[in-house]
């Protein structure tokens, strides 16, 4: 009995590991924006490893990966299954931590594939914690599957696939993709709130300075408020969260105003995404004048979007001697539209029909009349 429930949790856990380091890979650019989240001074407060976040995210998912195949062939199993364990007690303090603080609404575990709030993301580090913990106490029942060399060579392969396949999402887009702004999604419709959506329970917070004290008031104590106390500020405090569309924050704002209504019933439109100028790969930005003009030949509207400032956009634009207008969006919402800087995204009436990283420019194809969709 013994026995079959240590197998149990050696393919449990090898496997759960696999599949969930695999989604992260996928897009490793992704993870490292949550890892960056961890890392910023509203959680840890730890800004000089936000440099580092993408090299950290890459290790730590390929380490998933490779962690996961070790444990099902066998491969050094104490060595495994000692990193394993501490690789989940780490994991199991970010997500209590993300969960009792409610700093990280979304650990990404499972990337964009799923969504889990920050109390179950927590729930599953302690279920795999458990499974591991048997794992470490039955180690002797672990045993190769295969002789050493094919074991070795079975790890070996697993660690040479997963930087293949980091390298090549890097330098193009995720295999799969995961997000609201997939090929074939109209953006409109992610934006829609269904009839009869929960909707967010909001409570006002005053705050009213009291002998020099900030102190918090709701609306129903505001009669208690002291003589004297001056008032400070309020604020909006979410008792429960109602539904979040899968596309929110989405603009395309241009002079004060807002024109996503109308440049989303465009039947061409070439978008050229890059959530920071400052940023931006020079190499990607050099290849976007030429997609421009092979766009507008084929009768096309291009546009750009960003979040940077007018400065910023006026130095790019010249440097690059790019000829189209750009629009603000909020960086995070452009950095789940596409996760290169720059990229480019072709809409027809707001659904997305082409997403290319700048490397693979050369793969759009302008149709001469408008898509039928």
Not at 188 to 193: F, L, S
Not at 214 to 241: H, S
Not at 354 to 366: E, G, P, R, S, T
Request: aromatic residues 14%; charged residues 20%.
């Amino acid at each position: 009995m013994k026995n079959i429930i240590t197998q149990f949790s050696r393919i449990f856990v090898g496997v759960l590991f696999i599949i969930s380091g695999l989604i992260k890979l996928n897009d490793p650019v992704g993870f490292s924006y949550k890892l960056a989240e961890y890392f910023s001074e509203p959680v840890f407060n730890m800004p000089f490893l936000e440099p580092l976040a993408l090299g950290l995210a890459i290790f730590l998912v390929i380490l998933e990966v490779v962690l996961g195949v070790m444990l099902l062939v066998g491969y050094k199993s104490k060595m495994t299954i000692w990193a394993l364990l501490l690789l989940i007690v780490f994991f199991t303090f970010l997500t209590f931590y993300s969960a009792y603080f409610d700093v990280v609404k979304d650990c990404g575990c499972f990337g964009d594939a799923l969504h889990l709030t920050p109390w179950q993301s927590f729930t599953k580090d302690v279920v795999l914690l458990f499974f591991i913990l048997i794992l470490f106490i039955n180690q002797r029942l672990i045993k190769p599957l295969f002789s050493t060399p094919q074991t070795n060579f079975a790890v070996y392969v697993s660690v040479v696939l997963c930087a293949f396949m980091a390298v090549w999402v890097l330098n193009h887009n995720p295999i799969k993709d995961f997000r609201p702004f997939k090929v074939g999604n109209n953006i409109e419709k992610g934006m829609e709130i269904p009839e009869g959506a929960p909707k967010s329970v909001v409570e006002m917070i005053f705050i009213y300075k009291v002998n020099g004290v900030d102190k918090e008031f709701t609306e129903k104590e505001l009669g208690n408020i002291p003589a004297g106390a001056t008032f400070v500020d309020r604020k909006d405090k979410v008792i429960t969260e109602g539904y979040v569309p899968p596309i929110h924050d989405f603009t395309m704002v241009k002079d004060d105003s807002d024109y996503k209504e109308e440049l989303l019933k465009e039947p061409k439109l070439v978008i050229f995404v890059t959530y920071d100028l400052a940023l931006s790969d020079p190499a990607g930005m050099k290849k976007l004048e030429k997609v421009n003009q092979e766009a507008k030949a084929k009768g096309y509207k291009v546009i750009g979007m960003t979040a940077s400032g007018p400065e910023e956009i006026a130095k790019a634009k010249k440097q690059y001697g790019l000829n189209v207008d750009f629009y603000f969006c909020d960086a995070t919402a452009l950095k789940t539209i596409e996760r290169a800087n720059p990229s480019i995204v072709v809409l027809h009436k707001g659904t997305v029909v082409q997403k290319v990283h700048y490397n693979d420019a050369d793969d759009l194809k302008f149709s001469d009349i408008a898509y039928s969709l």
